[in-house]
């Protein structure tokens, strides 16, 4: 075993190790920074996460309670603005009884445990807890490839393991869980959603303690590289495992017919904009 008792399971980990069991290995076993490069592609990269980040923050602010008005005025990046009035027209079209912005938890994950970092949890006036996410994605992926995403597996998951505790008047059934994610580069259609049940809330639950238990199962050394060397055309350690010292550029990405999961949410997801918000269950 490799990986400490104390060690907690994420979307983004277990998406890493999901895509290339090596990357996982250097990123969080061996916390290999990344190689030294200041290539065009990582700066566009970093430009993006600059962007989104700031959408984020604003979104958080705004369900914070800052007034609307003074949080566009304060956007200096037409394109934040244009993300920021999709996200507020998308909102004002809820109405929810309570909600939980950039809310934490933490679950037994079997020997384990995970956390989650929701954009936004609320509650329905009817009970119906919702999991909001926001996307800056350039384009809004097929539906088959965000079901399989970890994040897509353990937020409904994490979130009624966790519901009696920040809920606790209210009895959640699976069927009352709902995950959206919004796609704030597109006016129209721009919402994904994943209805949950008991069925799923049981393979989520085998999945996820499965993977985890694979994992922690791997010795230093033996954690393989992936086979599909796309994934490594823009991966930040291709120089360390012989595959590219060049990365590829996000329009290469984005013209490719099956995309590989470049996913700069995923990063902005572990960001966390109100320290001390996490509550371990
Ligand atoms: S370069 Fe490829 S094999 Fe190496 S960690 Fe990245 S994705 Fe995995």
């Known amino acids: 075993m490799t990986i400490n008792p104390d060690f907690v399971f994420s979307a983004n980990n277990l998406q890493d190790y999901q895509d290339c069991p090596r990357r996982f290995e250097l990123k969080y076993l061996l ?11 990582v700066l566009e990269w970093e430009h993006e996460l600059e962007l989104g980040t700031r959408f984020h923050q604003l979104v958080y602010q705004y369900l914070s ?31 929810f009884s309570q909600t939980f912005p950039e809310f934490r938890v933490r679950v037994p994950l079997g020997d384990y445990q995970a956390v989650a970092v929701y954009d936004l949890l609320a509650l329905t006036p009817d009970n119906r807890l919702l999991i909001l996410d926001w996307k800056t994605a350039k384009k809004k992926p097929q539906r088959s490839k965000v079901s399989d995403r970890m ?14 505790n920040f809920l606790p008047d209210i009895s959640l059934s699976p069927e009352s869980i709902e995950m959206t994610y919004v796609y704030v580069r597109q006016a129209l259609e721009n919402t994904l959603t994943f209805n949950y049940d008991a069925q799923k809330h049981a393979e989520n639950r085998s999945n996820l303690e499965t993977l985890a ?8 050394g033996d954690f393989p590289l992936t086979d ?45 904009f109100e320290a001390g918000d996490e509550i371990a269950f």
């Open 31 to 41: 916390k290999q920074r990344w190689p030294a490069e200041e290539s065009e592609p």
């Open 65 to 95: 309670g800052l007034p609307e008005e003074a949080l566009l005025e304060s956007i200096n990046d037409p394109d934040v603005e244009s993300w920021f009035r999709i996200f507020l027209a998308f909102y004002s079209q809820q109405e």
């Open 151 to 164: 994040q897509t597996v353990l937020y409904p998951f994490a979130a009624l393991e966790s519901a009696h």
């Open 213 to 220: 238990a694979e994992i922690a199962a791997l010795e230093l």
């Open 228 to 272: 599909d060397k796309r994934r490594c055309k823009y991966c930040v350690y291709r120089s360390l495992c012989e595959r590219g010292e060049n990365a590829g550029s996000l329009s290469d990405i984005e013209g490719m017919e099956t995309e590989p999961e470049l996913d700069l949410d995923a990063l902005l997801g572990s960001l966390d």
